[in-house]
């Protein structure tokens, strides 16, 4: 583990330093975030502007959502995207022959480069909506404790999915609209999942699982979460998470190296 530390400092140093030479990018970041963050504020306003509320859900409660949901785009932002959509290039210009020589497990030197700060506005919009939220509804620091259990495991969900995705490059390569297809289906995740009818329910239940992204953890974060959600949820992270990494292995018997 120590090695790992050590190679995980030096990866996010490098990237980093290189990211800062462009800090212009940084106040485009913000703006871009700001815009997005807007957006989706007037989308639940156009909601609760005539005293419409999602069953359950007061404006409050689903602002803790929404912060949640932009909580999660700053953790892909700066976490996935730099890194697992690169698994494509590797594929195609065959660097990933070099990855799989290096003395470490492939799957995590492909999970984390590289670091991108542009995915940082997000994350501290997200949170100063969901402080916001969290001070008009009293909510406690154990809430927010207790929220960060299924809040990690929607982040290892989410990077579980997209890794595996970017697993299929080895028989697809070039797949960059299917994890964008993925970035879309997530987008559901900024409303409650009472938001939608029963079928889209299930659908972002048990297939694409966007309720355990944000829906979850907002619920714990308020005190309502049942018990049998919050075990669905670490069993589910655990289980795409060993998923991800057996599927690596098995992609992996069918890549052809650049050099054979």
């Known amino acids: 583990m120590e090695k790992y530390w050590k190679v995980l400092r030096l990866f996010w140093s490098a990237a980093i330093a290189a990211e800062l030479e462009y800090r212009v990018n940084f106040l485009i970041a913000t703006l ?10 007037f989308g639940l306003f156009l909601f609760y502007r005539t005293g419409y ?31 697992l959509n690169r698994i494509v290039r590797h594929v195609l210009e065959g660097t990933l022959d070099f990855i799989l020589l290096k003395p470490i497990r492939s799957q995590f030197w492909l999970s984390t480069y590289t670091i991108s700060p542009w995915g ?23 809430n927010y404790l207790l ?3 299924p809040l990690l495991c929607g982040l290892m969900i989410l990077y579980s999915l997209w890794f595996m995705l970017g697993a299929t490059s080895i028989w697809f390569v070039k797949i960059y609209n299917v994890t964008e297809v993925l970035r879309a289906l997530v987008e559901a995740g900024r409303y409650p999942i009472v938001a939608y009818p029963a079928a889209y329910r299930f659908f972002f239940t048990f297939i694409v699982p966007v309720t ?19 075990i669905g949820a670490a069993l589910l992270a655990l289980a795409l998470f060993w998923a991800s990494s057996r599927f690596w292995r098995f992609a992996l018997r069918f890549y052809t190296s650049a050099s054979s």
Request: no cysteine; proline share 3%; charged share 10%.
């Open 212 to 230: 355990f992204l944000t829906t979850v953890p907002a619920e714990v974060m308020l005190g309502r979460v049942q018990i049998h959600w919050l």
């Open 53 to 83: 509320t999602f069953t359950g859900w007061s404006w409050e409660a689903a602002l803790v959502v929404l912060g949640i949901f932009t909580l999660l785009q700053g953790f892909s932002a700066t976490f996935l995207a730099p890194n």
């Open 32 to 41: 871009s975030s700001l815009g997005n963050l807007a957006g989706s504020l």
């Open 120 to 142: 940082v506005p997000d994350l501290i919009f997200g949170s100063i909506v969901i402080g916001y939220a969290g001070q008009r509804l009293g909510l406690r620091v154990e």
């Open 147 to 149: 929220s960060l259990v």
